[in-house]
């Protein structure tokens, strides 16, 4: 054992894998890493007259799958390798309904909108670079929506083909599942839908056999799993489910197989988000895989956060609350799964899971100090129930700005003559003796959790072009947003007022090239003073960023400190003798 384990070590260091086990802390093999032993594997073939009747082979459990009737899966037991047998599990798909969702303009804001993904697009994080792995029914990518989709991989596990599409010989409506989860995910067509993580990286394993004339989609579903798991998935989405011969004395956590292969595989860093199933109201219906406790079971709820009545609820048989968390079934969009464009609704928990995986390789871009492990804990952690959780909702709807920010500092980085964002500018963070080089990602924003609280600086790292303004402020565990602002040189540029109309107040920006004194003072229309504030003898410099100490801050008050009305106004700055006049708008 020993060397095969050094051996597999070697082996896992050059797969697609490794990056991930090393930054999950795992990156030596273990014995669920190893191939079933193959004269153990000849034995049973023999056994059971010829290596056909081997179906599937799992690492994950020592195990393999095999076609036998009762009595040749009896005889197996005279073996002295085979520790045990069991039938193999076989899904609850049901075929998908789905309602046309035509006239509809960004049809899945909603959706995103209800777990604030919407809000991480808008910071720029996508999924890029992140690797999901999907294990569904199939996938067809002809949708308009898929143009854009990189696929690093795809495998038929049902079929034993490179082809996860429908292909002749499948029954009707094989990938229309995997399809409209799919697109959940990685659909993107502008102005008409988005995918929760549409810029990631993707890994389809068609694993299950709609017409049901195959009793082995648990090992396919293993099978699959363990597949991604060495093409360097970083986290799984699936959405089917597996009950059959189960009872609900075997949800618990260690008794059905794709709960212990899912659990394997999160031990590994890639966790598993499964779908809690469909068969609600009554507590305790949840199904393999979604029982294990490494398994983030994902519930469904309507548009006004109300619980799906279909969706399954925990809690596990050992008394673990289920779900984790929950996320849009009811009238879930997604892009029509049978056609080239033309967008859908549909329910279940099915559509609940990408939802919730989206999020997860969203906060990794954002977060490349995390884990997988460590998104879905902010997951949980910030949900709208965090602090009461129940077997219904879980810990509650994934809130993915709060889960952005949870024990992190957070911001944006922007110049500060223009206010715009910089994309891969480089920061230093210190708190107390520790001190770290982040970056902002490619809308401007950065995150970056240090794992300690307390007062912490913001400052330049000396590596990019411009003088970041130090920000500071104090850490706890929810976090902090900061804004980040950049004097480039003085450039002599004309000054500026923002924003300019104004609701409010306004801020004016500008250069200084000498030691002098600074004033700006406010006019209405007709010539009649407003307001003033002088700075005497100020340094040369850019004085841009709308903070205290940089631009001047004008509040929209006169010096009776009433609200102006709405109107045109001026602002005469002055530096030294040098006078510059710059038209305000204020509307009320």
Known sequence: MPERLAARTAELAALPS?????????????????????VYVDLVASELGGPSRIRTASRYLDAVSVTAD????????????????RPVGRSDYAPLRAE????????????????????????????????????????????????????????????????????PGDPPGQATHGTAVLSIIAGKEPGLFTGGAWQASFLLAKTEDTSGEYPQEEDFWVEGLEWLDVSGADLVSSSLGYIDWYTYEDMDGG??????????????????????????????TLIAPSDGDSVFAVGGV???GSMAVFSSRGPTYDGRTKPEVCARAVYAAFADPDGTSGYSWGNGTSFATPLVSSAAAVLLQAHPEWDPLDALWAIRSTAS???????????????????????????????SDTGALLRSYPLDLSMGEGSWTIETGPGGWFAFDPG??????????????????????????????????????????????????????????????RHCTVSLSIFGVTGQPVWSAVREDQEPGSYRAPLDGQAFWWDGSGEDGSRVPSGVYFAVLRKGNTPEVLKLAIVR
Do not use: K
């Open 70 to 85: 009762g009595p040749e899966a009896r005889s197996l037991l005279s073996l002295p390798c085979v520790a045990s047998i």
């Open 385 to 415: 129930r965090a602090s009461s959780p129940d077997d219904s909702l879980g810990w509650g709807i994934v809130q993915a700005e709060a889960a952005f920010r949870w024990h992190s500092v957070t911001g944006s980085v922007r110049r």
């Open 255 to 284: 008794t059905a197989v794709t709960t212990i292969a899912a659990d394997i595989a999160a031990s590994h860093g890639m966790p598993v988000v499964n779908a809690i199933g469909n068969l609600g109201p009554d507590p305790g």
């Open 18 to 38: 490794a990056g991930r086990r090393l930054r999950s802390g795992c990156p030596a093999a273990d014995e669920h890493d190893l191939e079933p032993w193959p």
């Open 100 to 167: 046309p969702a035509g006239g509809a303009n960004e049809i899945s804001d909603g959706q995103l909108g209800q777990i604030g993904l919407d809000s991480l697009h808008a910071r720029g994080f996508t999924g890029e670079g992140i690797v999901i792995g999907v294990l569904d029914t199939g996938f067809n990518l002809v949708h308009t929506a898929f143009s854009g989709i990189e696929v690093l991989g795809r495998y038929d596990f049902v079929n034993d083909d490179p082809d996860p599409s429908q292909q």
């Open 302 to 304: 309507d548009a006004s």
């Open 452 to 513: 300690v609280f307390g007062p912490f600086v913001i400052t330049g790292s000396g590596s990019a072009e411009g003088s970041v303004i130090p920000v500071s402020g104090n850490l706890g565990e929810e976090g902090v947003e900061v804004a980040v602002y950049v004097d480039m040189p003085a450039s002599g540029a004309p000054s500026t007022a923002f924003p300019n109309p104004s609701t409010g107040g306004v801020w004016v920006g500008y250069d200084l090239d």
